[in-house]
């Protein structure tokens, strides 16, 4: 495996960003991924993020996209040793259930091994924990 993520959940009173970090831990490859990937767009959140509640999943409720093919200009060039990060509102994106509840949340993506074809690697982030309060419907 060339790469490794880290997600971050941060509470933020009845919001919940996230951040996540993808590494290079590669020697010798550099590695792609997708903008998108790294969240510069909420509409491809649902296919990254696995969201549960006390064992049971979340649903994703923020739109979904189609997505062109990627350009050169659409990916994040990773050489050898490298991170980048990316960070994201949830909040509004996840059917939370009311009242206070304890979360598991984890990433995974794909990286393209640059000069090995092109060969996509997937990357996963260990589960993060946090305990949420949604917000009381108005």
């Known amino acids: ?12 009173g009845h919001d919940i960003r996230i951040h996540v970090t993808v590494h290079n ?6 590695l792609e991924i997708e903008k998108r990937q790294l969240f510069q767009s909420q509409s491809s959140l649902g296919s990254l993020i696995e969201l549960t509640c ?17 350009t050169e ?9 490298a991170s980048t990060t990316g960070d994201a509102e949830i909040g509004t994106l996840f059917a939370f259930p009311r009242g206070k509840h304890s979360y598991q949340i984890s990433y995974h993506a ?6 090995e074809d ?21």
Not at 73 to 81: E, N
Not at 110 to 115: D, P
């Open 110 to 115: 794909f990286v393209s091994a640059v000069g």
């Open 73 to 81: 200009a659409d990916v994040v060039r990773l050489p050898p040793g």
């Open 25 to 30: 831990i590669s020697d010798k490859t550099s």
């Open 54 to 70: 006390e064992g049971k999943p979340v649903p994703f409720v923020g739109s979904m996209a189609k997505v062109r093919s990627a």
């Open 1 to 12: 495996m060339n790469a490794t993520a880290t997600m971050t959940p941060e509470i933020l």
């Open 118 to 138: 092109d060969k996509l690697l997937e990357v996963k982030s260990e589960p993060a924990h946090f305990t949420f309060e949604s917000r009381p419907a108005q």
